[in-house]
């Protein structure tokens, strides 16, 4: 089912009742990538045709993933025992034995550091390569994407996959969209359920058409208008590609099926495990292969982990190991594993960017809690596809793993990699005034 909204549609067969779309002020800035990108780069230019973000929200612990200390003293290293990878010489924990056979299929990087150590201000760092302030705050690397590239189908050229926003309990992250680029560049923000239910927040439906009426494009394109006026400020030229997204959203079959993942089989959807994460990657999958050039899956909405109302992020302050034993790193591994054998097993991992990543670590120290807190010094992040060599290690830390020994990745270094990969190049950037002093990671593209 696809859900729009609170209102439940069919996802092939068009409306099931009578119904309208309804945009609120602000959907324009949501929907539309703003007219026809005059930097897109030409196809033979680009490694990656799609990218795949998963925005491991409240930051993972190094330590306990990807970067054991068998060897620390007993304060740092923690309960999980290291075990050997595909790769010779790499070693994970235990909590990923699905990850550690398939090291063949991605390069992995130690040496993570961020210049903030707080929720949110490090997100916006980690999605953006700059700090929240002195402003303005920068785009998401999303949104540098979305709007170097000539969107084919009937889809937004960015999504976000999860329940909002990411965000702690007092505010949300400021770099979550187009920044100095506009708000017409800001993500597109789908839903997706354990039970692989897909929601549309951005869209409203009212009673009082019938599939006919929504069909006649004049007509709403006469009912929206009123409400494109209150719109002040907004760029009104973007209203054209607003409608005809929405529109195509609810009455193109091909643009709804992509939202429908009783469209895969019982199996597909087993090996990612009936989870939000897992069947967010799921509907990442199908987003790549409807040509979407920028998904970020989001792990959660809020970073807390234990706190009412949130959504059990990666900010493991208190229950650290029984979290990551139990819930975090068994979903992790089966998602994320299963990501990159359906890619492969589908053609389309040569021409997809899959990232892994949070914001920052965890302190290799073990708190007076038995958690770990926030480490923004050292952390991690995964890499596979749009021909990057696979079966690596990228940086090192310490003996503690409380720094690198090797040079430092920054986020800037990331986005600006992640731009090349999609064809973005240095020229390119420079109109767009983005990622300014960014540079490619060496030794990865």
């Known amino acids: ?21 309804k945009l609120s002020t602000g959907l324009p800035l949501a929907f539309s990538a703003g007219g026809i990108p005059r930097l897109a780069q ?14 491991l929200w409240g930051a993972p612990s190094h330590l306990d993933l990807v970067d054991p200390k068998p060897q620390a003293p007993t304060e740092y290293r923690g309960p999980f ?32 550091v961020s210049s903030n150590g707080g929720h949110p201000g490090a997100g916006t760092v980690g999605l953006t390569g700059f700090e929240e302030s002195p402003g303005p705050v920068q785009p998401n690397f999303g949104s540098i994407i979305s709007k170097s590239q000539t969107q084919p189908g009937d ?37 997706c359920t354990p039970l692989g239910e897909v929601e549309m927040p951005g869209l409203r ?10 069909n006649n494009r004049q007509d709403l394109l006469q009912r929206i208008d009123g409400t494109r006026r209150l719109a002040d400020g907004s760029d009104v030229a973007n209203w054209s590609r607003v409608y005809k997204t929405a529109y195509n959203l609810l009455t193109k079959p091909e643009a709804v099926k992509s939202f429908d993942l009783t469209e895969e089989s019982e199996s597909t959807r087993e090996q990612y495990g009936y989870t939000k994460f897992g069947q967010s990657c799921l509907l990442a999958r199908r987003l790549v292969q409807a040509e979407v050039p920028y998904i970020q899956v989001n792990w959660s909405e809020y970073v807390e982990a234990m706190s009412p109302g949130c959504d059990f992020g990666w900010d493991t302050h208190i229950y650290n190991f029984e979290l990551l034993q139990d819930r975090h790193g068994p979903v992790f591994d089966r998602a994320f594993s299963a990501l990159l054998d359906d890619l492969k097993q589908r053609g389309l991992l040569e021409t997809t960017l899959v990232l892994a990543m949070g914001e920052f670590g965890r302190t290799p120290k073990i708190n007076k809690r038995a958690a770990r807190d926030h480490w923004p010094r050292c952390y991690f992040s995964m890499w596979a596809g749009a021909g990057i060599e696979p079966g690596r290690v990228i940086g090192e830390s310490d003996r503690r793993g409380e720094d690198p020994v090797t040079e430092p990745i920054t986020p800037l270094m990331v986005g600006t990699t992640v731009a090349e990969l999609c064809g973005v190049t240095a020229q390119a950037r420079a109109e767009m005034q983005v990622l300014d002093g960014g540079k490619v990671i060496d030794g990865l593209v």
């Open 81 to 112: 025992c290291p075990i050997q990878t595909k790769t010779p010489g790499l070693q994970f924990t235990e909590l990923l034995p699905r990850l550690s056979q398939r090291t063949d299929q991605f390069t992995l990087i130690r040496s993570m």
């Open 155 to 191: 889809l937004p050229p960015f999504f976000y996959v999860g329940r909002g926003i990411p965000r702690d309990l007092p505010r949300r992250i400021k770099g979550y969209g187009g920044g100095t680029l506009g708000p017409a560049h800001d993500p597109f923000l789908v839903n």
């Open 1 to 21: 089912m696809l859900h729009v909204g609170n209102f439940k549609s069919r996802t092939c067969a068009g409306l099931n009742r009578r119904s309208f779309l």
């Open 205 to 214: 439906l009212l009673d009082g058409l019938t599939p006919d009426r929504i």
């Open 42 to 55: 030409a196809a033979d230019e680009r490694k990656a045709k799609s990218v795949i973000l998963l925005w």
